[in-house]
């Protein structure tokens, strides 16, 4: 059983920059594909970027070339930088673990955290 536990979330302004950060345990972590994932009040969860066990990215479009996921197996840890926030990127925020390939499906995700609220002020 994997235990996921985000931080790094807050309140900031358009135009600036928080890195998100994701702790896993329980787990061999080195072995998971990891994702980012968030939900806006009264929206469906949406893809943000995944990561898989060998480093391979995957964003979606309305993140790309803003955003920036890695991971350190030795700490079994994985960040999202983002860059130039937007209002719209306003929602919680979950990291997400599968044992298989990455995906950008919630569905094809197995264990999840309890997210991490962030929040952009225009």
């Known amino acids: 059983q994997v235990q996921l536990v985000e931080s790094g979330g807050g309140l900031v302004q358009a135009g600036a920059s928080l890195r998100l950060s994701c702790a896993a345990s329980?787990?061999?972590?080195?072995?998971?594909?990891m994702g980012w994932f968030r939900q806006a009040p009264g929206k469906e969860r949406e893809f943000v970027a995944a990561?898989?066990?060998?480093?391979?990215?995957l964003y979606g479009e309305s993140v790309k070339g803003r955003f920036t996921i890695s991971r350190d197996n030795a700490k079994s840890t994985v960040w999202l930088q983002m860059n130039a926030l937007k209002p719209e990127d306003t929602a919680v925020y979950y990291c997400?673990?599968?044992?298989?390939?990455?995906?950008?499906?919630?569905?094809?995700?197995?264990?999840w955290g309890q997210g991490t609220q962030v929040t952009v002020s225009s």
């Open positions: 997400a673990a599968r044992d298989a390939k990455y995906r950008a499906s919630p569905n094809d995700y197995d264990y």
């Open positions: 329980g787990g061999t972590f080195s072995l998971y594909a």
């Open positions: 990561i898989s066990s060998s480093s391979s990215t």
